[in-house]
């Protein structure tokens, strides 16, 4: 098992990364390959929800249109990105009921227990002091509030990995993609620092691409 390569803590913020990333979020949101079923599977369908690192926004905006009566907070690190978000919301006729704020998962801008759910894909991997960032995903819940959270795993089959590669568009963000691999955890790593946390109970799987932790406060 290759050692763990710490790939940021600040997200994507240049302009043109910023669009590039676009780019591939929309292409991965066109061939269905964003986790929105998944969590609305979960019983994340209604209500106020939290994104962290809504990134473009596509996962929340998605939710949104998938789900009745439901509305969205999002907190971001990049403000290029928020802006971007901002516009795709718009595109969606979905901009009364998301909103989108500047902030890290471990210093999350609400106030205790605002929120009926909380749900983020692939930042995982950039937050800098996951254990804190657990403890405020709780403190943000409502008590009965479920989490999900997914994300790229390190321990990733190579030929997954290759096909993952040669499969994502646009190509300029394959060095993205591997760099933010060598930045995953592992199941067992996820296990161990939930462990020392509120979200002690979350349960982690992993699939041939990723590791999910969900569960309920």
Same mark, same amino acid.
């Given at each position: 098992? &290759? !050692?763990r390569v710490v790939e940021t803590d600040e997200g994507i913020q240049g302009e043109s990364d910023v669009k590039v990333f676009d780019r591939m979020q929309r292409f991965l949101r066109d061939k269905g390959w964003i986790e929105t079923d998944e969590i609305i599977k979960f019983g994340i369908d209604d209500g106020l929800s939290l994104e962290i690192g809504s990134g473009p926004g596509y996962l929340g905006l998605e939710w949104l249109? &998938?789900?009745?009566?439901?509305?969205? &907070?999002?907190? +971001? $690190? @990049? !403000?290029?990105? $928020? @802006? *971007?978000a901002r516009k795709n919301a718009e595109e969606y006729g979905l901009s009364l009921r998301v909103e989108y704020k500047n902030g890290r998962a471990e210093d999350i801008p =609400?106030?205790?227990?605002?929120?009926?759910a909380v749900f @983020?894909?692939?930042?995982?991997? +950039?937050?800098? +002091?996951?254990? &804190?960032a657990f403890n405020? $995903?709780?403190r943000v819940l409502k008590t009965g509030g479920r989490f999900y959270i997914s994300d790229l795993k390190r321990n990733?089959?190579? *030929?997954?990995?290759? =096909?993952? /590669?040669?499969?994502v568009k646009p190509p300029e963000i394959r060095p993205g993609l591997k760099t933010s691999i060598a930045a995953a955890y592992t199941k067992n790593e996820l296990e161990e620092m939930l462990a020392r946390t509120k979200l002690k109970s979350a349960q982690v799987s992993d699939n041939?691409?990723? *590791?999910? $932790? /969900?569960?309920?406060?």
């Open positions: 098992m &290759k !050692q249109k &998938k789900t009745r009566g439901t509305s969205l &907070k999002a907190v +971001e $690190i @990049s !403000q290029n990105m $928020i @802006s *971007l =609400f106030e205790d227990e605002t929120f009926d @983020s894909n692939g930042s995982m991997h +950039e937050w800098s +002091e996951p254990e &804190k405020e $995903i709780h990733m089959n190579p *030929l997954v990995a290759w =096909f993952m /590669k040669i499969s041939l691409m990723g *590791l999910v $932790i /969900k569960g309920m406060k």
